[in-house]
């Protein structure tokens, strides 16, 4: 089965940013990763987890939760097997467990259930 490592969280003060990283691993031939949507996903205390940006296979199709447009931005490698998120102009709001990923689809949606393997997050916290 393909492993999900997320990397990159940490302790910044609000307007700082940050560069969060999941790398893939193992899976069959190693193919997984590039066969399917990546999303980023996050979740703060007492909080569901909500979506925050996805990218599609080859990345023609990216989407962006209202309450990250224009400051995050969501790239992947398929070559390398890796998906990032740039935070720009991070905000107390933004505080939580951020979690990478994958969609059971090529283009992926914003919800939960349609996702088939989860990292165990990296943390980011914002302070004012």
């Known amino acids: 089965q393909v492993s999900l490592v997320e990397s990159g969280g940490g302790v910044v003060q609000t307007g700082d940013s940050l560069r969060l990283s999941c790398s893939a691993s193992?899976?069959?031939?190693?193919?997984?990763?590039?066969?399917?949507?990546m999303s980023w996903f996050r979740q703060a205390p007492g909080k569901e987890r909500e979506f925050v940006a996805s990218?599609?296979?080859?990345?023609?199709?990216?989407y962006y939760a209202d309450s990250v447009k224009d400051r995050f931005s969501i790239s992947r490698d398929n070559y390398l097997r890796t998906l990032w998120l740039q935070m720009d102009s991070l905000k107390p709001e933004d505080t939580g467990l951020y979690y990478c990923?994958?969609?059971?689809?090529?283009?992926?949606?914003?919800?939960?259930?349609?996702?088939?393997?989860w990292g165990q997050g990296t943390q980011v916290t914002v302070s004012s």
């Open positions: 990923a994958a969609s059971k689809f090529v283009v992926p949606t914003t919800t939960r259930d349609d996702y088939t393997s």
């Open positions: 193992g899976g069959a031939s190693g193919g997984t990763f590039s066969d399917v949507g």
């Open positions: 990218i599609s296979r080859f990345g023609t199709n990216i």
